[in-house]
T-cell receptor, first 112, second 110 residues
Framework: GAGVSQSPSNKVTEKGKDVELRCDPI?????LYWYRQSLGQGLEFLIY????????KSGLPSDRFSAERTGGSVSTLTIQRTQQEDSAVYLC??????????FGQGTRLTVV | AQRVTQPEKLLSVFKGAPVELKCNYS??????LFWYVQYSRQRLQLLLR??SRESIKGFTADLNKGETSFHLKKPFAQEEDSAMYYC????????????FGTGTRLQVFP
């Protein structure tokens, strides 16, 4: 593909509902990252994958957040029982072995 | 714990003025430092990395291990440099983990 693709671009959900955010990385990229971007908070590290495994989940804000990656490719970030403070732009990036990250356009999540 | 600090949220300069965006990191190992840029309505993208020792769009950054800094500099700012700039730390304990600072918004006035 042309680059990292994220879907949906925008998601409005009601408080308490579960949401799934999808990331399609660049083919062949071994590392995949999830970040949360909110005003004044910069890029908050959530989790990264090396292949299908997640060596570092320390950035996940709570146990309502989970992520998986399958086939060394597509990743989904799931937020259960969404809260208003979860509203943010969720960015995905992928990288080959040189750790140069290529970012997607992001998913803007709004919890109402 | 590893951390990247960008002390300025906003930096405003006039066209032609020198620019320095500050970045300090906290990491006891051998760091890999990057600067990423996000122009209005565009994706975040790599600007430069310290191991390349390159100058991109007139920007340079030198890793100072003694001061644990990686400040981004440009001698003469241009209006098109207006964007959000993020400093990033990678290669943490030889993993692919990549963490970012809170970013600095650069505004260049005509």
């Amino acid at each position: 593909g042309a680059g990292v693709s994220q879907s949906p671009s925008n998601k409005v959900t009601e408080k308490g509902k579960d949401v799934e955010l999808r990331c399609d990385p660049i083919s062949g990229h071994t590392a995949l990252y999830w970040y949360r971007q909110s005003l004044g908070q910069g890029l908050e590290f959530l989790i990264y994958f090396q292949g299908n495994s997640a060596p570092d989940k320390s950035g996940l804000p709570s146990d309502r957040f989970s992520a998986e990656r399958t086939g060394g490719s597509v990743s989904t970030l799931t937020i259960q029982r969404t809260q208003q403070e979860d509203s943010a732009v969720y960015l995905c990036a992928s990288s080959p072995v040189n750790r140069r990250a290529f970012f997607g356009q992001g998913t803007r999540l709004t919890v109402v | 714990a590893q951390r990247v600090t960008q002390p300025e949220k906003l930096l405003s300069v006039f066209k032609g003025a020198p620019v320095e965006l500050k970045c300090n990191y906290s990491y006891s190992g051998s760091p890999e430092l990057f600067w990423y840029v996000q122009y209005s309505r565009q994706r975040l993208q790599l600007l430069l990395r310290h191991i390349s020792r390159e100058s991109i769009k007139g920007f340079t950054a030198d890793l100072n291990k003694g001061e644990t800094s990686f400040h981004l500099k440009k001698p003469f700012a241009q209006e098109e440099d207006s964007a959000m700039y993020y400093c990033a730390l990678g290669g943490i304990y030889n993993t692919d983990k990549l963490i970012f600072g809170t970013g600095t918004r650069l505004q260049v006035f005509p």
